[in-house]
């Protein structure tokens, strides 16, 4: 102080502002309180203030012995940073002290103790904690083994949560990341970030923990901090592109969940995950963290639901969704795929280590599922006119052929495509069918795809000839199981599983399926007989037309020379008859020969 007023050079001065002196009044206060003798209550709540004041002030050991520095330091060490609840509110109180806490070494020191204490095991805790609400339904933490709590213990390994999640984001990245180099559970971390997205991201998680009047009374219960918890879900950004103060919060927020979620597999949802890119994609997040995010995705882009991969596009002039983004995601998981075959250690080891506690191997292929889920999707989109053929073909292409057991959902989308978009031209059209196989489509998609008038005649005929096959097959089907023929069993388990992907199976109601045989081979005889009549009637015809033809050739011209030769002929006949001995003149006889070989001719 007698410095600040030796500086100013003010004779007539008669106060001093202090406006960087952390803690404000009320650190002041507590430090001239002290300097006069008069008892000071340190608590946990005013603790770090007034390290922080007295460091400003200097009031150090240098002056004297028992200075404020040193009692407030010990009653830092000796009592804060053994108490959890003490620990938590201290590091709480320093969102205000920047960047004296952070210097002071205050907020690493109760970042280590809040980790040491979170990774304690639960059976030895013993100290107060707020715990989750009941509201909050936490993940089956009893069915994890070797670490989890005893039936006889009342505390859940999850107890932390809820009093960490009241930090904000730059002290929550400390926290986690101290318990991170402690060792703690992938999965357990994961379920943190999950519950503190969901009380300061309202909205990003369903049935998220915390309300948003609850993590603003968090926020401002410990001395009027300016950061405002509880945030409200931006739709999108203001007019002039302009990011407000929300926005940037939440982008923080973002972005700083993204950085510290585990690696490992599994570590957190893949509903969260989704959500995550969502409100990145939505905040505009840095580019590296959102392809780092889609990543994540990719790797257990199995367990993705439709609702959750409906994300939006924030591009005006593009489509609905954003439909470039699940090319993306599906790219990720098919090179994620390709990594695990070619490395079966790492997929045993991802397998051992789901959240959920689940063996891969007893669910469906994740290739088969991933497929169903793109039917899906497009299905969806496909509704968007200005989705192009191009984007759709290329999502619909993307998986390979063993991935569909059933073109069914394909078709489904194709149809819903053509329907939306009935100004495409016979080319697009057949493109389009192109990425469906004809022969995957079960006995009820044929016999729609055989009246559907969207499509092409072509792809028509080829539904056809494909239903008859199957047709085919199934009758050889049920003889070879009437006759009980034990050497084509493996032919029939295969036919049979074909026709149990089907949404109507034979094996659920053979008499029904057996009567559209029967419809359907009385309609290709009626057919073939119908063309056989038309074959005939063409022949009847071609005959007809054929003797038209051939008496219109014969002209009055060509009838009189032959009936001139006729009488020709008679005449010479009864001449030599009569009278042979009359001579004829040679001329006469040239002419008369001349006549017969003209006459022969003709």
Known sequence: MN???????????NKVALDDLPGGPEAFELAAKF????????????????????????MTEDLEEGNLTFKTEAFLSYVVLSSWRDSIVVLKSCEKLSPWAENLQIVRRCSESIAWK????????????????????????????????????QVPPDWWFEDVSILRIDHFVRVITAIKVKGMRFELIGAAIMHYAG?????LIKDGGGSIDEASNSSNSSGGSSWKGGLHMIVAVSKDDTPTAETKD??????????????????????????????????????????????????QFEQATLADLLIPSYNKNETSYDVDLVQRLLEHFLVQEQIESSSPTTQSFSD??????????????????VARLVD???????????????????????????????????????????????????????????????????????????????LPLRVVVQVLFSEQVKISNALANNSLKETGETQYQPMISNRKSLLEG???????????????????????ETVKAKYHELQNDMDILQRQFDKLTNKKQASAWTTGWKKLSKFTKMTTLENHDIDPQVATAPGEHTSKTTRRWRNSIS
Not at 121 to 140: L, Q
Not at 199 to 203: I, M, R, S, T, Y
Not at 262 to 278: A, E, G, H, I
Request: proline letters at 5%.
């Open 3 to 13: 410095r600040l007023i030796y500086e100013s050079r003010d004779l007539g001065l």
């Open 35 to 58: 300097c006069y003798g008069i008892a000071v209550d340190l608590t946990a709540a005013n603790i770090s203030g007034l390290r922080c004041a007295a460091e400003y002030l200097e």
């Open 118 to 153: 979170a990774c304690a095991n639960p059976k030895g805790i013993r100290w107060a904690y707020t715990g989750k609400p009941p509201k909050v339904s936490s993940p089956k933490w009893n069915e994890m083994k070797d670490s989890s709590p005893s039936r006889n213990s």
């Open 199 to 203: 009380k300061w991201l309202p909205g």
């Open 250 to 299: 939440q982008r923080m927020i973002v972005e700083s969940l993204i950085s510290i979620i585990p690696p490992q597999k599994d570590s957190v949802s893949c509903s969260f995950l989704l959500r995550l890119l969502r409100m990145a994609n939505m905040l505009k997040v840095a580019p590296a963290l959102v392809t780092e995010l889609e990543k994540r995705v990719g790797m």
């Open 352 to 369: 051992k280590h789901m959240y959920d506690g689940a063996q891969r191997g007893a669910n469906p292929s994740a290739k088969i599922r």
């Open 376 to 454: 899906s999707y497009l299905t969806e989109v496909s509704r968007d006119r200005n989705l192009s053929l191009t984007k759709f073909q290329v999502l619909a292409e993307a998986l390979p052929d063993s991935a569909r057991t059933c073109d069914d959902g394909l078709y489904r989308a194709v149809d819903s495509y053509l329907k939306a978009h009935p100004t495409l031209s016979e080319h697009e059209r057949k493109r389009l069918c192109r990425v469906m196989d004809c022969q995957k489509l079960s006995i009820d998609a044929c016999m729609h795809a055989a009246q559907n008038e969207r």
């Open 502 to 524: 089907t949404p109507q199976s034979f094996q659920e109601g053979w008499a029904a399926a057996k009567k559209d045989i029967n419809s359907l081979k009385f309609e290709l």
